[in-house]
């Protein structure tokens, strides 16, 4: 069974943001995969690489997720480790589930991951953000 990590998404008001980093990020490097680098290294690299998935926590909701696609432990130009999370540039947008704050990644099991709702931007339902966070938690859909 895949396992899963948690991430807050700094800087990003929304999932908007966040897929305009990864834009931006890409066409800028010209490189085919989204990376993100945390300075711990993952100790269940082969459970998170078997299809696992990065769950961005953006604005206290974990709100989108993309899939890892492999983990690089590296030692950056000033001597400290870091790992690079690489991960797969398609934006997956998840149910939204309530998250405290809390600092570096969390490991998250399979079944208390978010499902899925569609991928960034396919035709959606046409409701605003917060109204669809809303009728998620009523069970409306």
């Given amino acids: 069974m895949a396992l899963h990590l948690l991430k807050l998404c700094v ?7 966040l897929a305009a980093f990864i834009a931006h990020r890409l066409a800028t490097s010209g490189a085919a995969t989204h ?9 269940r690299i082969d ?20 899939a890892i696609a492999g983990i690089e432990p590296f030692t950056d130009e000033t001597g400290i480790g870091r ?3 690489l991960l797969d540039p398609t934006l997956v947008l998840t149910r939204q589930q309530p998250k405290r704050p809390f600092q570096g990644w969390r490991y998250l099991k399979s079944e208390d991951a978010p499902g899925d709702v569609r991928t960034f931007g396919e035709a959606g339902d046409g ?13 409306v859909f």
Avoid: F
């Avoid at 998170?48 to 989108?64: E, F, K, T």
């Avoid at 409701?127 to 069970?139: K, Y």
């Fill in 11 to 17: 800087g990003a008001d929304s999932v908007d943001d």
């Fill in 35 to 43: 990376w993100h680098v945390t300075r711990m290294v993952p100790k």
């Fill in 47 to 66: 459970e998170l690489v078997d299809g696992g998935s990065l769950y961005w926590v953006i604005r206290g909701s974990v709100q989108a997720r993309q």
């Fill in 83 to 85: 790992c690079r999370i």
């Fill in 127 to 139: 409701l605003p953000p917060e109204l669809s966070a809303a009728l998620q938690e009523l069970g």
